[in-house]
């Protein structure tokens, strides 16, 4: 949607802002605007209920068309690469443990005849509980969206004080609550716009600048589209950046130039959009040609568990040799694995492999990992090695030497499984004779 389409003198920033400020117009007791803080929340617990248990049409429906915010801030999350494993989940639930919480409290206040729970002392007692949370600073890592965020915070808050000092003075709400309550008024004014009416039922003739209203909405839900491109482009431009540093160390770097181009046209566009999930994919396919990029091919078939181990397997490599400690366990089992599926799928010539190897510190983070953790974790099953006498540790050497790769230590098991591996499944694929009397199979 264009900016053109919105017949307003005023920025969409300034559109967007109506926030908590229509509630204030009600003229009806505080007790009423409680109930309506209340109703927010509410919408804003099911709405996580439903985003963890993956149910998208209902999630959709909770902040509105193409709003989904919290799915955008999930993206970008991942495609930044502050939130691993389970941390996000976490520190989702425990927001939506807080707001829970919060509801019950605002719930015995709206029954409640006692005047101290109606003060602003009252409802700060009961808010406090979702006030306290903060995102984590470095999600706001991208320029654009820290600015977005920022103009977006500081105008809450100023509504929040100015419309409704008597009940919410100096309560700031908490960015999470706070960007999902902004999906949530967005609904609401969806809703005016579909049916007529607003969310509590008054009729659209009762509620002033109702066409505003609904410019309004158009306006934040082009925003929030933006915020969306944005975490998508974001992701994108990760990867690339990746395997541009990739493609330097490498001396590929006309290979880099070919993968560029795709990225570069998409930003170009004269209509910012979003590439679909296809698109982006093809553009990956491209990142194949790159060595140590195989990963992304191979592990990209799950939106985010895949951003996830690419984006931790590059993080290792940046730092070095892994030591891991126990939470670390399973990772470098993923980072195996992903290598050994692809020595099975054949997608790269032995040559490339011990050319990563050599290059990024596999070698010293797989010896790091089988040091620490022999004997070696149930759920990795290593494949069953031959007998290696002289003779085919000479040939291995002389192989290695061949391809640059420096074989002073074989060292441990897991390191010869590899080296083993590629030369068994991939001399025959590339026409030339194995130097192993025996063939590796998967036990």
């Not at 158009?218 to 541009?244: F, H, P, T």
Request: proline residues 4%; glycine residues 2%; charged residues 25%.
């Amino acid at each position: 949607m264009s900016t053109g389409s919105i017949r307003s003198s005023k920025t969409p920033l300034e559109i967007f802002d109506f926030s908590l400020e229509e509630f204030a117009r009600h003229p009806e007791s505080q007790a009423t605007k409680i109930e309506q803080y209340r109703v927010l929340l509410k919408i804003t617990s099911e709405a996580f209920d439903n985003f963890f248990q993956k149910k998208w049409s209902a999630f959709d429906g909770l902040v509105g068309e193409n709003g989904c915010h919290l799915r955008a801030w999930k993206v970008l999350e991942l495609a930044q690469a502050y939130i691993l494993d389970s941390s996000y989940a976490s520190h989702m639930n425990k927001i939506a443990q807080k707001i829970k919480t919060a509801i019950s409290q605002l719930e015995m206040l709206t029954k409640s005849n006692d005047k101290y729970v109606q003060s602003y002392e009252g409802i700060q007692h009961a808010c406090r509980k979702i006030t306290s949370l903060r995102l984590p600073p470095e999600i706001l890592d991208s320029d654009e969206i820290k600015d977005i965020s920022e103009q977006i915070s500081k105008k809450i808050n100023e509504i929040n004080y100015r419309a409704l000092k008597e009940i919410f003075k100096d309560l700031l709400m908490d960015q999470d609550v706070e960007f999902l309550i902004y999906s949530y008024l967005l609904t609401i004014c969806r809703d005016w716009e579909k049916n007529g009416c607003d969310a509590f039922g008054h009729p659209a003739s009762q509620v002033s600048n109702f066409h505003l209203l609904k410019t309004k909405y158009k306006c934040g839900k082009m925003m929030a589209e933006k915020l969306i491109l944005v975490a998508q482009r974001n992701l994108a431009q990760l990867s690339l950046n990746y395997v541009q540093e990739i493609a330097r160390r490498t001396a590929q770097v006309a290979l880099y130039k070919r993968l560029q181009e795709p990225f570069i046209l998409w930003n170009e566009r004269k209509v910012p959009r979003a590439p679909c999930y296809d698109e982006f994919n093809a553009l990956l396919i491209h990142a194949k040609q790159v060595s140590i990029s195989f990963l992304v091919s191979v592990a990209y078939r799950d939106e985010f568990e895949t951003v996830q181990k690419i984006v931790w397997f590059f993080q290792t490599l940046d730092r070095g040799p892994l030591i891991p400690s126990k939470q670390d366990f399973k990772k470098p089992v993923i980072v195996l694995d992903a290598i050994s599926h692809i020595t099975e799928d054949r997608l790269y010539p032995e040559a490339k492999v011990l050319f990563a190897i050599q290059k990024f510190g596999l070698e010293k983070m797989i010896l790091s990992f089988a040091a620490q953790h022999e004997p070696y974790p149930k759920n990795w099953a290593p494949r069953a090695l031959p007998h290696l006498d002289d003779k085919d540790i000479k040939m291995l050497k002389a192989f290695a030497h061949e391809q640059g790769f420096s074989y002073e230590n074989p060292g441990t098991f897991l390191l010869k499984h590899i080296y083993c591996d590629i030369l068994t499944n991939y001399l025959p694929w590339l026409g030339r004779k194995s130097p192993f009397k025996t063939s590796l199979k998967v036990t």
